[in-house]
Nanobody
Framework: QVQLVESGGGLVQPGGSLRLSCAAS????????MGWYRQAPGKERELVAA???????NYADSVKGRFTISIDMAKNTVYLQMNSLKPEDTAVYYC????????WGQGTQVTVSS
């Protein structure tokens, strides 16, 4: 069993910042990549950012220049630093781990509102 525990979500004003964390534990075969997806009400889940074990990153166009993904392989933890947040960033953010299987966290709510 693999568990992904997310933290760091919450309510923030437009222009503010949040940092999401996702710690993986359990019977992890190997970490090929980790990432963050989000799903807003009435919309499909979409990729926000992903990072490979080698450090290669991929970002959605809508967050480039504002969000930064990083990974601590020693802690099996992925982070998402979100700056200059906009109301359209409001969504449930899900952590993803790609190993011998595809694992998902339970989701953490991010709300950007004044």
């Amino acid at each position: 069993q693999v568990q992904l525990v997310e933290s760091g979500g919450g309510l923030v004003q437009p222009g503010g910042s949040l940092r999401l964390s996702c710690a993986a534990s359990g019977s992890i075969f190997s970490i090929n990549a980790m990432g963050w997806y989000r799903q807003a009400p009435g919309k499909e889940r979409e990729l926000v950012a992903a990072i490979t074990r080698g450090g290669s990153t991929n970002y959605a166009d809508s967050v480039k220049g504002r969000f930064t993904i990083s990974i601590d392989m020693a802690k099996n933890t992925v982070y998402l630093q979100m700056n200059s947040l906009k109301p359209e960033d409001t969504a449930v953010y899900y952590c993803n781990l790609v190993s011998n299987w595809n694992y998902w966290g339970q989701g953490t709510q991010v709300t950007v509102s004044s």
